[in-house]
């Protein structure tokens, strides 16, 4: 059973978030005997795994790519989506393993940089110092609500996806759903399911296959190299690490998220969310739009799964196909009568904002992301883990974070043996 440690005045590196990132690099960092701690603000380690996930919750990758350092998926359904309950197990078994120095319900207030190597970290339970700073908070922080969303009445059950867990919590009537990324698209599928009446707004997110000619798709995307894909490399270079990921689902065993099979039984689709006015939602149209951009990114990857298999000459049971709409909007609607339509739920599922103003440092770009490379910023006794292309497309996942902790400890302890050798040469 993890203990929890107490508060030291000095320590040669703080880790900031004690979810799996901080967790590998507090790994790396033990094996190299470097004193540290993790901080974690809320009441357990990798809290929100356990606190913010809805019930039906499944990893969208499968179970063999969760590869943390000395522990990767030891299970019997290596090629399965591993539900919210079977995550937090093996998060709990790695961290039983690891036996992190960590503090748990400990905020931190501010970080300054004192002097070189030195700086101060004040939080909930008093001040601490330290030569090297690791942000492992991720960049998920501040959900996002739109400003409209504070005039809707009193009626309606405002929640973000965050807050969702159940249908059981909503109240009687119809949902809408704001945003048809990963969590919209499946908290709106987990919905409809449970046979609720749902309206989905859908807005620009891109959509894959869950299997393709015999594998999972996951698959061959790994064996294409696209995994190992950094943001240097990525076409559209800085600006991926803001793109939106494919929504899919791995429920029941992992299957396709299809929005027009979902119209065909009766769940309502509308493009973006554009506001609200005296009772009413309106919307844009881009329905139609969002719908056909989305079906082909969809084709994209699956015709660059048939590329490579070509290529390779690889031998599958299922030759190429290309997926065709089963429905298509007749009318493009932009507008809903709330009250009308006895839509007494909305669940804004369009993302969060990072919020790293308790950090004062000159280390961030004017749009508040860390200047980093590799996640050694500027500063190079800061450095950050855990965030979504932090190096390659395999940040930020279960997949990646032992590559990017390893990198990033490595680089600590370097910088580490610079202040010991430092320090004995001021003293000598």
Request: proline fraction near 5%; hydrophobic fraction near 35%; charged fraction near 20%.
């Amino acid at each position: 059973m993890f203990q929890p440690t107490a508060l030291k005045s000095h320590y040669d590196v703080v880790i900031i978030g004690g979810g799996q990132a901080g967790l590998s690099v507090s790994h790396y960092l033990k094996a190299a005997h470097i004193d540290h701690v993790v901080l974690e603000k809320e009441e357990s380690l990798t809290h929100s795994w356990r606190k913010k996930r809805w019930d039906n919750f499944t990893l969208v990758t499968p179970n063999w790519q969760c590869l943390l350092p000395n522990h990767p998926y030891q299970g019997q359904d290596p090629h399965g989506f591993m539900k919210r309950d079977e995550i937090v197990n093996y998060l709990d078994a790695f961290i039983e393993k690891l036996q992190p120095p960590a503090i748990v319900n400990i905020a931190v207030e501010q970080v300054t940089k004192i002097a070189e190597h030195h700086f101060e970290i004040q939080t909930t339970q008093g001040k601490t110092t330290a030569n090297q700073v690791v942000v492992a908070a991720g960049g998920y922080h501040t959900p996002i609500y739109p400003k409209l969303s504070s005039s809707l009445p009193d009626t309606v059950y405002n929640i973000h996806s965050e807050q969702y867990f159940n249908p059981e919590q909503l109240p009687e009537g119809n949902v809408l759903v704001v945003g048809s990324g990963q969590s919209g698209a499946q908290i709106a599928e987990d919905l409809h399911l449970a046979g609720k009446k749902v309206y989905l707004s859908i807005g620009d997110a891109p959509r894959c296959a869950r299997f393709y000619r015999g594998k999972d798709v996951v698959q061959w995307l790994f064996d294409m190299g696209y995994y190992e894909t950094t943001v240097k490399d990525h076409r559209y270079s800085e600006k991926v690490r803001s793109s939106t990921n494919h929504y899919v689902t791995g429920r029941d065993g992992g299957r396709d998220i299809d929005l027009r099979k979902f119209a065909l039984e009766r769940m309502q689709l509308f493009g973006r969310f554009a506001d609200y006015k005296d009772g009413h939602l309106y919307f844009e149209r881009n329905l139609k739009q969002n719908l056909d951009n989305a079906d082909a990114t969809y084709n994209r990857i699956n015709a660059s799964i048939d590329h490579y298999i070509e290529t390779h000459a690889i031998e599958t049971a299922q030759p190429a196909s290309l997926y065709t709409p089963v429905w298509q909007p007749d009318i493009e609607p932009t507008e809903i009568d709330l009250k009308a339509e006895n839509i007494t739920t909305i669940i804004w599922c369009i993302g969060f904002r990072p919020d790293y103003g308790w950090i004062d440092l000159d280390i961030f770009e004017a749009n508040g992301y860390p200047k980093h490379d590799r996640g050694i910023t500027v500063d190079a006794d800061v450095s950050f883990i855990g965030l979504p292309w932090l190096y390659t497309w395999g940040s930020g996942r279960f997949l990646g974070i032992n590559q990017d902790a390893q990198y990033v400890s490595e680089h600590i302890v370097n910088r580490h043996k610079i202040f010991v050798h430092k320090y004995a040469e001021m003293i000598a």
